[in-house]
């Protein structure tokens, strides 16, 4: 009788979980693609904005926007709607890349404190429709397979990946061309707007009609899930679900924010701190404070798709059974010990050379990579459908308290610089 559920107890006869193993890392590409775009043409904004730190700025108006957003839908997550809650985070994010184009075309590329403003303002909007999605997702694949998590996470990093692949072509294309930079940088928003319009049509229409995916969802519904009553109507599944959350209301006992926190403690400081040392060194550090070298202006390039390349392999190492950490001691400690990449890259930036900081790195992304997806897959083991779905903002929110705190202090490698303040 067992041989007919899986390690995850779906029954092996639905089908449909590779096609949604592609739309949940297609839907993660698209959560990031957009901002990832933004910040790899930071050559481009550099040469419009020399004077004012745009790959710092920018990261500092999206992160409030993106918490504060976050914060309102964490604390009122069983009352949400998640299928509007993410159509319309994808939504924004498609209507916002489509602006960047339309901005710089009106300014024709020239700069100014205008369009320096108006990037803030959609860098703002960026946030706000992250914390739509990204928090939204990251629930919903909660409370699946933990398959489907690390294919949003993998997707998301990919999103990088994608960004420094499209830079480098239009590095190459047009760097001997007129306004070469802002020909690359159109291109990567017209390709952004593309994907974002994609994930709208995949969440909205196609994502839900998978076998595995009605599965999940009404196994949350059955638990006393009330977020998922949209998607599984969408579908035609609302009587039943109707019935289900009609059942004995003990059934439906679940633990609060409060109380998954206290459960949970080491997981949101495990997050917090990934991205507190990631964001302490990319992508400001590596713009503004690796020197000059034999690569030239394609050296930070290379160093962030080299992070890229890193981060994106290392998501899906932990699908390797016995590569997976999973003890929470361990965890913690793995993470503590990334701060010594500190002085390591200081000293590295100061003394070393090219091949030392791509080394350094590539530790970077892999262990950003490996980490994040480890706590996102065993957190979420042992709760109900509702519980999974509210750690899962809960996490998502310290991941971008994390990016926050670690953007705040990339500002202190500033401190002694010329140009700094």
Known sequence: MTNNFDQNGAPRMLKGKFQAEVACFILGLGSLVAWNSMLTIGDYYYKLFPRYHPSRVLTIFYLPFSIGTLMILTHNESRIN?????????????????????????????????HYVGLCALSAS????????QGGMVGDMSRMCPEFIQSFLAGSAA????????????KIAFEKSDNGLRKGALLFFATSTFFEFLCIILYAIYFPKLSIVKYYRSKAASEGSKTVSADL???GIQNEINQQVGLDAKQHEHLNNKELFHQNIDY????????????????????????????????TLVLIAVYNVSDLTSRYIPMIKFMKL??????????????????????????????????LVSFLGLTNGYLTVCVFIVAPKGYKGPEQNALGNLLVLFVECGILAGG??????LIGKSQGF
């Open 82 to 114: 998640t299928r509007m809650r993410v159509i319309t985070g994808y939504f924004i994010f498609f209507v916002c890349t489509l602006l960047v184009l339309v901005l710089d075309l009106a300014t024709s590329g020239k700069g100014g404190i205008g």
């Open 126 to 133: 960026f946030g706000v429709a992250d914390a739509l999605v």
């Open 159 to 170: 999103s990088g990946l994608l960004a420094s692949g499209l830079r480098f072509l239009t």
């Open 233 to 235: 109507a969408a579908v």
């Open 268 to 299: 949101a400081a495990d997050l917090f701190l990934i991205y507190v040392l990631t964001l302490f060194i990319v992508p400001g550090f590596l713009y503004e404070n690796t020197g000059s070298h034999h690569l030239g202006k394609w050296y």
């Open 326 to 359: 999973e003890s929470r001691k361990w965890l913690l400690t793995a993470i503590i010990s990334r701060f010594l990449l500190i002085p390591a890259f200081y000293f590295t930036a100061k003394y070393g050379d090219q091949g030392w900081m791509i080394v």
């Open 408 to 413: 705040a202090l990339d500002w202190l490698w």
